[in-house]
T-cell receptor, first 114, second 117 residues
Framework: GENVEQHPSTLSVQEGDSAVIKCTYS??????FPWYKQELGKGPQLIID?????GEKKDQRIAVTLNKTAKHFSLHITETQPEDSAVYFC?????????????FGKGTHLIIQP | NAGVTQTPKFRVLKTGQSMTLLCAQD?????MYWYRQDPGMGLRLIHY???????AKGEVPDGYNVSRLKKQNFLLGLESAAPSQTSVYFC????????????????FGSGTQLSVL
């Protein structure tokens, strides 16, 4: 089955700096890679996703890049703000539809220092 | 604008007790899921449902049962709780994608913190 490794487990950055979280996956057939943000006391919320036919996707201050050859993808947050503090999860899914195939990483706790 | 609602938010059980967690969604989604979240373990799928009256096992189904008698509700049951089931439980739902397959995009509830003593 799929194995998703996520690094680092904790990331502390100064407000205004950039943050990068990296994930690797094992199943070369995986073709969907979402990122979820979980704020304290809340459920995860999808913030950005990418499919394997695209190398990069941006949405304002967040971007995701995908390297299919190396089987890794990354979340980039620029100009970090206090509200970016949260736990971020990456995931990977095979091309068969449905979320039951999603394998999640163990999460990264992002701390934005004022 | 409720989305996915989970009840209760917190619960403490003694070993061997039973309980049911309720999940309700008002988005008319076809698919529903139960996950557990443990420190350093990410999210692991317990059971899921691809439509009213259906259920299927996920990655960690042992010790849990589920029922989907109505499209909007998905119940998670613990028949005899064990300390290993202490966790945060999340319900999620998803709909069809444009190709009428299950979408991978999940909408999560706010979770239930369960402690088994």
């Amino acid at each position: 089955g799929e194995n998703v490794e996520q690094h680092p487990s904790t990331l502390s950055v100064q407000e205004g700096d950039s943050a990068v979280i990296k994930c690797t996956y094992s199943d070369s057939a995986s073709n969907y890679f979402p990122w979820y943000k979980q704020e304290l006391g809340k459920g995860p919320q999808l913030i950005i996703d990418i499919r394997s036919n695209v190398g990069e996707k941006k949405d304002q201050r967040i971007a995701v890049t995908l390297n299919k050859t190396a089987k890794h993808f990354s979340l980039h947050i620029t100009e970090t703000q206090p509200e970016d503090s949260a736990v971020y999860f990456c995931a990977a899914s095979p091309p068969r539809g449905g979320a039951d195939g999603l394998t999640f990483g163990k999460g990264t706790h992002l701390i934005i220092q004022p | 604008n409720a989305g996915v609602t989970q009840t209760p938010k917190f619960r403490v059980l003694k070993t061997g007790q039973s309980m049911t967690l309720l999940c309700a969604q008002d988005m008319n989604h076809e698919y529903m899921y139960w996950y557990r979240q443990d420190p350093g373990m990410g999210l692991r799928l317990i059971h899921y449902s691809v439509g009213e009256g259906t259920t299927a096992k996920g990655e960690v189904p042992d010790g849990y049962n589920v029922s989907r008698l109505k499209k909007q509700n998905f119940l998670l049951g613990l028949e005899s709780a064990a300390p290993s089931q202490t966790s945060v439980y999340f319900c999620a739902s998803s709909d069809f994608d444009r190709g009428r397959r299950g979408s991978e995009k999940l909408f999560f509830g706010s979770g239930t913190q369960l402690s088994v003593l």
